[in-house]
């Protein structure tokens, strides 16, 4: 049994999970919000047409494997008021091993695509304005963690309420 000195910080363990629990929240929460409002905008922006400069398969092999795997890979040029900008796209994930079928090339060289780009800044672009679910995913855990630091919080609290009310009776 401790002393009544040492219990008074008990409650700072509850409150402490629940302030993590609240930053986790928060910052996921932001990361979502962010999202969303990129592909908002993203509706908006103005398209160009692009060009495939080069696409192929790549194959790398990660450190203390013995396969090699391959993943495809793209590289687009397009051009913003005079001014050239390049990008490349790794796409198909890179778990293919090699002796399993290629990953299929996406796009083929000197194909014409358009590419949507921000006015405010013509580096920031996409291909699609299909929109991203993971701002979805990324608001949703932040709500959950929002929800799962309540019951931390609330248990600090009674904790510390019940500490008062049992020093108030002696």
């Known amino acids: 049994m401790t002393n009544g000195s040492e219990d008074r910080f008990l409650p700072l363990i509850p409150a402490g999970l629940g302030l993590v629990l609240l930053i986790?929240?928060?910052?996921?929460?932001?990361?979502?919000?962010?999202?969303?409002?990129?592909?908002?905008?993203?509706?908006t922006w103005p398209s160009v047409e692009g060009t495939v400069t080069s696409?192929?398969?790549s194959r790398y092999r990660l450190s203390g494997e013995t396969q090699d795997r391959e993943h495809a890979v793209a590289t687009f040029a397009y051009e913003v008021e005079g001014k050239r900008y390049e990008f490349t796209r790794t796409y198909g994930?890179?778990?293919?091993?090699?002796?399993?079928?290629?990953?299929?090339?996406?796009?083929?060289?000197?194909?014409k695509v358009p590419?949507?780009?921000d006015p405010n800044d013509p580096s920031d672009r996409e291909?699609?304005?299909t929109r991203d679910?993971?701002?979805?995913?990324?608001?949703g855990i932040g709500i959950f963690c929002g929800?799962?630091?309540?019951?931390?919080?609330?248990?600090?609290?009674?904790?510390?309420?019940?500490?008062?009310?049992?020093?108030?009776?002696?």
């Open 24 to 43: 986790m929240a928060t910052t996921f929460g932001s990361i979502g919000r962010y999202q969303q409002k990129k592909s908002q905008a993203l509706l």
């Open 55 to 57: 696409s192929g398969i």
């Open 93 to 111: 994930g890179g778990r293919f091993v090699y002796e399993n079928a290629p990953p299929s090339l996406e796009w083929a060289e000197g194909q």
């Open 115 to 117: 590419i949507y780009f």
């Open 127 to 129: 291909l699609s304005r």
């Open 133 to 139: 679910d993971t701002e979805l995913l990324f608001l």
């Open 147 to 170: 929800l799962l630091s309540l019951p931390f919080f609330y248990g600090a609290w009674r904790w510390n309420r019940s500490q008062r009310l049992a020093s108030a009776t002696r």
